[in-house]
């Protein structure tokens, strides 16, 4: 088992890979993982920019909060041609870019493996937040917001899927859910606190 000590990664002391298959598989990160919130709809609801909304507002009280943006399409994240791509083309079996200011890294995910552990392994390298937002995923477990407009001429998910917490519009739709409205984000920055602190 090697340990990668880098000064790039102070936030994580003890991270080990014990193998190149569980290469973002870190052993002994910090705990607990940071609650982690949905925010759903259909096509052109609003969902990027609502989450941005959010965020901000959640910054702005001190909050550290990490993203996800879901997709069930296949996109290649990498440029083709540039050299970390190149790296991967060459049978790397992942691959990180370190900068002085940003990292990331590229790696394949298992087609078997599901969501939630996908969530995990990202969740481990965002243990430091105080809140997951996940943009999109209607299928997954989690606390889930569904964002909704009139203008989609389509009704909401809520309708038929009573796991979506509340509906977020400021014209309320016809659905069991609570609606909550889309034009005050401190109330709903509120709301979801409290919900997330229990």
Same mark, same amino acid.
């Given at each position: ?25 870190? &052993? ?21 920019? #609502? &989450?941005?909304? #959010? ?37 790397? &079996? ?9 990292? *990331? ?25 105080? @809140?997951? #937002? %996940?943009?999109?995923? @209607?299928?997954?477990?989690? @606390?889930?917001?569904? &964002? ?12 038929? $899927?009573? *796991?979506?917490?509340?509906? %977020?519009?400021?014209?309320?739709? $016809? ?8 034009? $005050?984000?401190?109330?709903?920055? $509120?709301? %979801?606190?409290? %919900?997330?602190?229990?």
């Amino acid at each position: 088992m090697t340990r990668y000590p880098h000064p790039h990664w102070g936030r994580f002391p003890n991270v080990f890979f014990p193998s190149c298959r569980n290469i973002i598989e870190p &052993v002994n990160v910090c705990k607990p993982q940071p609650p982690r919130l949905h925010i759903v709809g259909r096509r052109n609801a609003g969902k990027t920019s #609502l &989450v941005c909304d #959010l965020v901000r507002n959640l910054a702005g009280r001190g909050l550290r909060v990490a993203t996800i943006k879901h997709t069930h399409h296949h996109h290649e994240f990498d440029t083709p041609g540039k050299d970390s791509w190149k790296h991967r083309e060459a049978g790397a &079996v992942g691959v990180g870019i370190l900068s002085p200011h940003m990292m *990331a890294a590229f790696v394949p995910s298992d087609r078997m493996e599901s969501s939630a552990d996908g969530y995990d392994r990202l969740a481990r390298m965002f243990c430091g937040s105080d @809140l997951l #937002l %996940i943009e999109g995923d @209607l299928h997954s477990e989690g @606390l889930k917001l569904e &964002v909704w407009r009139p203008e989609l001429n389509e009704p909401p998910y809520a309708v038929t $899927d009573t *796991a979506i917490h509340a509906v %977020i519009s400021d014209v309320p739709p $016809d659905v069991q859910q609570d609606v909550w409205p889309r034009s $005050d984000v401190a109330d709903l920055v $509120d709301r %979801i606190l409290e %919900i997330i602190n229990g």
